[in-house]
């Protein structure tokens, strides 16, 4: 009988670059990096390249840290301990220690991975899958691998398919009829189109496989190349181009959709307003992202927790939640809520309104308040009879309101008033 050919995935290492702080989330990555953020209730960002690593069949998972990397550390080490190293799985967490040298913390998304080859290559990955560890998404990369092969690629580039003049802020690849990569323009001010779709570009999702030694070579070479900025996206990827053969793989083609999943769901949250909106967006009938697709779960901490409690049923202090995504350990009393997500932990109390609000964990909220358009940071207390949403030059001068007119709340605004 004719052995069945094993996944690629099996032999893989998904390698999440997860250090970047994500300044334009403004307060809310002040003690956490972006990565850490927490996104739909449960979850974390980086969980979501971590799960599709974990459900394309992935066991060897590694995650380089740098900027105030505690919260996420402590999140990874909670809710992804459970790979064993007897079934050949591993994980690993990699903050920037100083290992090449005593004053060199990781320079760039290149330097993270060089600075730990001794690492990999004792793991003995065949192909690696670098990752960044801060969108939100679900992709099979078994497909970007079975690709990587089979085109007989150096790199193979994870891409979206964009409108032409939305991919200013991406690198962009400029390709051949056969999606070869023949220029990366970093951000630029005209992209190129795809061939035969002059309205389209294709932008580079930060996902890139290598064959292992390969990279590893890559890596030595470029550390040792003066100028460099030690930059998969500035300095690896476009002497590759240059020097090698570079393939682009359309996001499209490996994105997984459950039933109710009509789009390639793919997710840069790093604005408040983005961030906001990716999570009301949770709160849609069919929303575009399905979290409930138990054939590709999304993988996180899970925190032992009692239900979510709704109580009071007096006329103007009536517990309840419409269109609302509400976590475990959460008491609705006599609040109500419309259109909202509400992360575990959260106490709202009688005679509050919430309205397309994103409340973290361990928020209290006290009577009589009114929030609409907001995201409130984790653990703080908003005090009795708040109201914002509703005066849009009061907002600006307490809180971070942004164009869109999105409030972020932290501890530090509320004790200023």
Known sequence: MERRMQPLARDAMAYVLAGGRGSRLKELTDIRAKPAVYFGGKTRIIDFALSNALNSGVRRLAVATQYKAHSLIRHLQGGWNFLRPERNESFDILPASQRVSETQWYEGTADAVFQNIDIIEDHGPEYMIIL?????YKMDYEVMLRQHVDSGADVTVGCLEVPRMEAVAFGVMHVDAEDRITAFVEKPADPP????????ALASMGIYVFKTSFLMDELRRDAHTPGSRRDFGS???????KHGKAVAHRFSTSCVRSAHETVSYWRDVGTVDAYWE??????DVQPELDLYDTDWPIWTYAEIKPPAKFVHDDDGRRGMAVSSLVSGDCIISGAALRRSLICTGARINSYSTLEEAVILPDVTIGRNVRLSRVVVDRGVLVPEGLIVGEDPELDARRFRRTDRGVCLITQSMIDRL
Not at 193 to 200: E, S
């Open 132 to 136: 960044a560890g801060d969108h939100v």
């Open 193 to 200: 189109a795809i061939p035969g779709m002059p309205n389209t």
């Open 278 to 283: 990716a999570n009301i967006d949770l709160t």
């Open 235 to 241: 300095d690896i990827i476009p002497h590759i181009v």
